[in-house]
């Protein structure tokens, strides 16, 4: 009850803030992308992590002006970091919550016609879990944030039900590959493998998370996958870090 009551205009108080984890081109080792991921900055707890905290959000709905911060946060540094020349690409997460609402569409219309970004600069990630509660509403919904020129990439895939088939459906440009998968080198691999075949003959990226060990790396390589994610590359860090990160990555 304490965390619902203090996340309530946490985002007018500016205590969500944005941190941003790099992403890696898997055969080159450049830097290709940031996941944008949510913090809480709370007066007397600290900085409180997602797990914590969105959960109550969607459950209160809060989590329609804390997911409209980030978006928000994402494309005005995606767009930043274009214009000094640094082709990275951004993703930020939405809930099945914010996914139902005409505000979301709203808000993301009006975010790419103030910041012109390449279209599949600015990519939206959803979770498996949330594809299976409801495929075909999902769908239908991803294809018209797709046509507006966003990504769009289903995450924690390996961790649900979803079929070979329903992947091959779903107008998703990036597949990211749960880090249990790449840790634990569980025998889902050749699920893996056949999935990761099936999309890039299809133009998807696949994108590989939980990398922290060079082990980890050879595995992402062994898939074939085309970007990795995880500690071995760069935690989660705010934006001034990021900054420096890049310049040092670029120069």
Not at 22 to 50: I, K, N, S, Y
Not at 58 to 82: D, K, N, P, Y
Not at 182 to 195: N, R, S
Request: net charge negative.
């Amino acid at each position: 009850m304490t965390i619902e009551t203090d996340l309530e205009g946490a985002v007018e108080r500016n205590e969500i803030v944005a941190y941003f984890q790099p992403q890696v081109d898997v055969r080159t080792g450049r830097v290709a992308a940031f996941e944008a991921l949510a913090r809480w900055q709370h007066p007397t707890r600290g900085l409180v992590p997602p797990v914590d905290f969105i959960p109550v959000a969607e459950r209160t709905g809060l989590i329609g002006e804390i997911g409209t911060f980030m978006l928000e946060e994402g494309s005005h540094h995606a767009a930043r970091w274009h214009s000094r020349g640094l082709a990275v690409d951004v993703s930020v997460n939405v809930s099945a919550v914010q996914l139902a609402t005409d505000d979301l569409f709203d808000r993301l219309h009006e975010l790419l016609v103030e910041y012109v970004l390449p279209d599949g600069t600015l990519t939206i990630e959803i979770t498996e879990s949330e594809l299976i509660s409801d495929p075909d509403t999902v769908a239908a919904r991803l294809r018209l944030l797709k046509a507006f020129g966003l990504g769009i990439s289903l995450d924690d895939f390996g961790t649900g039900r979803s079929s070979l088939s329903q992947l091959r459906d779903l107008p998703i440009t990036e597949l990211k590959i749960d880090r249990l998968l790449i840790q634990e080198g569980t025998h889902d691999g050749a699920l893996v493998a056949v999935a990761v075949e099936l999309l890039q003959e299809r133009g998807v990226r696949v994108v590989a998370e939980g990398v922290e060990t060079a082990e980890h790396l050879e595995r992402v390589r062994s898939l074939h996958c085309d970007r990795a994610q995880g500690y071995l590359f760069g935690r989660p860090m705010p934006v001034d870090e990021v900054d420096v990160f890049l310049a040092q990555a670029f120069a």
